[in-house]
């Protein structure tokens, strides 16, 4: 069953609000029970909230094929920062599995050049249909993005970056480019 702060967090994304009253509704069943519960599983089956519910529950959710672009200006609603930081649906993630080049502040040249492909790939990787986002033993890190692992068809896109050359696992701490 989904937590409290699991439906607020749904009732936040843009495309959800127009569902806020079947949450409403949710919030208030869960102290009610009986027929109640009967008429709110049927509501939500309707609308689609038991499906992301159950998701949940599973600690993945899946994301529907979508493009990604690089992100351009202050406006970030569904873009890719860099190489292992993206936002989706208006919420900020970063894949808990790796780290990428910065393409901030570069150390050196080398840096600068493989975040760029970082970002440039991961973008492609993302818009290359359904993903799935794991839970990790963290929700979110010390800067407030959400920390998940992102899988296709089984597989980490940040294994992929790995395997190119674009990205280190994360082992706790950052490694060098230079």
């Known amino acids: 069953m989904a937590s409290l702060s699991d439906i607020l967090e749904l ?6 609000r127009r569902r806020l009253p079947f949450l409403v509704l949710a919030l208030i069943a869960f102290g009610v029970g009986g027929a109640a519960t009967t008429a709110l599983n049927t509501a939500l089956n309707k609308t689609g909230i038991a499906d992301w519910m159950l998701s949940r529950a599973s600690a993945s ?3 529907a094929q979508r493009s990604f672009p690089v992100c ?5 609603i569904t873009c890719v920062v860099d190489g292992d930081t993206f936002w989706l649906d208006e919420v900020k993630y970063r894949v808990a599995d790796i ?14 050049t493989l975040g760029r492909e970082a970002t440039s790939r991961f973008a492609q990787l993302l818009s290359a249909g359904p993903f799935e986002l794991h839970r990790i033993d963290r929700d979110q890190d010390q800067y407030g993005r959400k920390l998940r692992i992102v899988e ?19 082992r ?6 230079c």
């Open 11 to 16: 009732s936040r994304s843009r495309r959800q």
């Open 61 to 63: 959710s899946l994301v």
């Open 72 to 76: 351009a200006g202050t406006v970030r």
């Open 99 to 112: 780290n990428t080049p910065e393409i901030g502040q570069p150390q050196c040249t080398r840096e600068a």
């Open 152 to 170: 296709r068809d089984g597989k980490s896109l940040g294994d992929i970056l790995v395997d190119e050359g674009l990205a280190h696992t994360w």
């Open 172 to 177: 706790g701490q950052r490694e060098g480019w």
